[in-house]
C-alpha cells in the first residue's frame, strides 16, 4: 500500500462517526456483545477492453452475524478513472444529517478516481427480499455499469442464513 492522502466521501465519514460513537461508547461503559456493523472491503480494477471489475469476485454475508450492527461496504478506486459499485436488489441507506430520518435508495455509488467511498447498506430492506434459493441463499451481482465488459467480469455477493 502506498503513502498517498485518500479521499472519502466526507457524509460517510460524519455517518460512520455517527454510528460509532454511541458504540464505543456503549462499549466502554458495559462489558456486553455490542456488535459492530459487519464491513466489506471492494476494489475496483481497470481490465482490458476498456472494462472494470470489482474484486472480490464473490463475497458472502451471514445473516445470522454480519448482519448485526449494520452492514458497511468500503469501496476503494485506486485507477485514474471514476467507476461505480452498482449492485441490483441492494439498497443503500442515507440518514439525514441532524435527524433519525433514514431512506434507501438502489445500490448505485460512484467512486472518483483515487477515492475510498463508506456506505451504509439497508439491511431491513435485505432482510425483506423474498428471492432466495432452496438453502435460503440471496444472490445479488455487483458491477461497474460505466465500463462494461463481459458478463464475467460481474462479481457476486451470496447472504445466507
Not at 435527524?99 to 435508495?105: A, D, G, L, R
Amino acid at each position: 500500500m502506498t503513502n498517498e492522502t485518500k479521499t472519502y466521501n466526507r457524509s460517510a465519514i460524519v455517518l460512520v462517526g455517527f454510528l460509532i460513537s454511541p458504540i464505543s461508547i456503549v462499549g466502554n461503559c458495559l462489558v456486553s456483545s455490542t456488535a459492530l456493523a459487519g464491513e466489506f472491503h471492494f476494489i475496483v480494477h481497470d481490465v482490458k477492453g476498456d472494462a472494470a471489475a470489482w474484486s472480490p469476485r464473490e463475497v458472502v454475508i451471514h445473516k445470522s452475524t454480519d448482519l448485526d450492527g449494520g452492514l458497511l461496504f468500503i469501496l476503494e478506486n485506486p485507477t485514474p478513472r471514476t467507476h461505480v459499485f452498482e449492485a441490483p436488489g441492494l439498497f443503500e441507506q442515507i440518514i439525514v444529517e441532524g435527524s433519525e430520518n433514514k431512506t434507501v435508495k438502489p445500490m448505485r455509488v460512484y467512486a472518483a478516481p483515487e477515492e475510498t467511498v463508506l456506505v451504509q447498506v439497508s439491511t431491513e430492506e435485505l432482510s425483506r427480499v423474498p428471492e432466495a434459493d432452496v438453502s435460503e441463499t440471496q444472490t445479488y451481482q455487483f458491477f461497474c455499469p460505466l465500463h462494461k465488459g463481459e458478463e464475467d467480469l460481474r462479481s457476486q455477493i451470496r447472504v445466507v442464513p
